[in-house]
């Protein structure tokens, strides 16, 4: 093909792509404040995507928070400034790894999985089924899971949070000498209200973002097991990518 | 209920899958639609379903459109669907899966809707005790007949069966066929069924129309396939290929 046509082609679909993901996003939260509401199916999600998810944000957090606070005392150090590793350390997390590093690690556990549920219901015809038995697939399986997505996505990076300055805390007092109480005073005093705001309104766009790239790819999977794995792949993948690209957004707007 | 494709058209991209497809299921009779792969049974019922939008035409049922993707158009509430696969939620008991239309779309509370799910699972000769059991447990025949109980259990006046006996025994076959044509009679439902196996329509049918390249070949009644009306029609239902 020529050169000149794959790239005009690439570009095309790239375009197509987002204007269906903005439609299906848009269908998403006009049903979302639309009745029937499937509490029982909210409750499900919320337990399944923030419970269950819990184990991996904590580990993920805890060594992010250390390797954070060995990295920030080398490289001060060269400036004798070891002593703004609390600073650095909690400032870091909470307005920035924190959101990302959680979000990053859900959007592997979850949006492969709603990808893969719900491509997996299409290939059998089960979203089929529901339109003939009165139920808008939309209300049933999309709007619970990117509900639960924007609720538990805040309130997994609050531990992921406590527990990477936990991370930041035990090496710097274990390893790198650092006076416990005066660690504990500097990482609270740094931080401001809106750091902690910030990067909860982070968590919550993240987490919109990645029940959705896994609820857009399952819903409109193709092609039977093939097609149920590409669109695991393809939720994951553009998950991680929007989460970047609306964090680099987002960063520059709360600066 | 009377179903009636007026002129239908469907295209999947440059391919024409229904070309100005013509068609009646009259209220209260069996209409079986048989036809070689990719001729457009499955997509006839879809249509009739809403879940495909034609390009041109319409599809009416007692005169008025279908509408596509609708859930809350009175009409589905009057409509049955057997799916090939059965179409069970994995996630849900076979007691919930019956019932689900009643919880979810009717807000029965749980205790008549779990009787109904028994009443429809009696209908179709499952035992009580696959209530409470997951679809993964079940073999193919109890799957087939929880499909079915699903589909009758909020009594209605319009069914739709997707090759309803693919995949299954002889005897098994012969038992989903025999549970189909009682609930249609029991009903007085109008319904249009889609199979490849011979023994099935002539247990469920009424009428029969044979779909070639997304138009009808042929319809009439049950009685009058085998007389061979149309050479093409006859060779389909003997199962004979036109090799020499």
Redesign the interface.
């Known amino acids: 093909m020529n050169p000149v046509r794959a790239l005009g082609a690439g570009v095309l679909a790239l375009l197509q792509s987002i204007g269906a993901v903005t439609v299906f996003a848009l269908e998403t939260l006009y049903a979302a404040v639309r009745p029937?509401f499937?509490g029982g199916q909210l409750l499900q999600q919320l337990f399944r995507l923030g419970f269950l998810s819990l184990p991996v944000v904590g580990l993920t957090a805890l060594f992010t928070g250390a390797a954070l606070a060995l990295n920030i005392y080398t490289g001060g150090s060269r400036f004798n400034a070891e002593s703004f590793v609390p600073n650095i350390v909690s400032l870091g997390i909470v307005r920035e790894l924190g959101p990302v590093i959680a979000a990053l690690m859900v959007s592997g556990r979850v949006s492969s999985g709603i990808a893969a549920e719900i491509g997996a219901?299409r290939a059998?015809?089960?979203i089929?089924?529901?339109?003939?038995?009165?139920?808008?697939p939309m209300r049933?399986l999309i709007v619970p899971r990117v509900i639960a997505g924007v609720i538990v996505l805040p309130l997994l990076v609050i531990v992921a949070n406590l527990i990477g300055i936990l991370g930041g805390f035990a090496v710097s007092v274990q390893t790198l000498d650092f006076d416990p109480s005066v660690y504990i005073k500097n990482t609270i005093d740094i931080l401001e209200r809106w750091d902690v705001l910030s990067g909860l309104i982070k968590a919550a766009v993240f987490g919109f973002l990645l029940t959705l790239m896994g609820c857009y790819h399952g819903y409109n999977a193709e092609g039977g097991a093939q097609g149920v794995g590409q669109a695991a792949t393809n939720a994951v993948v553009s998950a991680a990518v929007l989460i970047f690209a609306a964090n680099f957004l987002l960063t520059s707007l709360f600066v | 209920m009377k179903i009636a494709w007026k002129d239908v058209t469907v295209r999947f991209g440059p391919q024409i899958v229904l070309d100005h497809f013509s068609l009646e299921a009259h209220e209260g009779r069996s209409l079986v639609i048989i036809g070689g792969s990719g001729a457009g049974k499955s997509v006839t019922i879809k249509t009739a379903l809403g879940l495909i939008k034609p390009g041109s035409g319409k599809v009416e049922i007692d005169g008025r459109a279908v509408k596509h993707n609708r859930e809350d158009d009175p009409g589905v509430a009057q409509v049955g669907m057997l799916f090939q696969s059965g179409a069970l939620f994995d996630s849900l008991p076979v007691w919930k899966n019956v019932a689900f239309r009643l919880l979810h779309a009717e807000h029965m509370n749980a205790d008549e809707a779990r009787e109904r799910a028994m009443e429809a699972l009696d209908q179709v000769d499952l035992d009580r005790d696959t209530a409470d059991k997951r679809p993964n447990s079940l073999s193919g025949g109890m799957l087939k007949r929880a499909a079915l109980a699903r589909a009758i259990v909020g009594r209605p006046k319009i069914l739709f069966f997707d090759e309803p006996t693919t995949g299954l025994d002889p005897v098994t076959a012969d038992v989903i066929n025999k549970l189909i044509r009682r609930q249609v009679k029991h009903f007085n439902a109008t319904a249009v069924s889609i199979t490849h196996d011979m023994a099935s329509m002539r247990t469920i049918a009424d009428d029969v129309a044979m779909i070639k390249e997304g138009a009808v070949l042929w319809r009439g009644p049950l009685s009058n396939v085998e007389s061979c009306e149309n050479p093409e029609v006859c060779r389909f239902v003997r199962g004979e290929s036109d090799d020499a």
């Open positions: 029937p499937f219901m059998t015809e089960q089929d089924a529901l339109h003939t038995l009165a139920t808008d049933y």
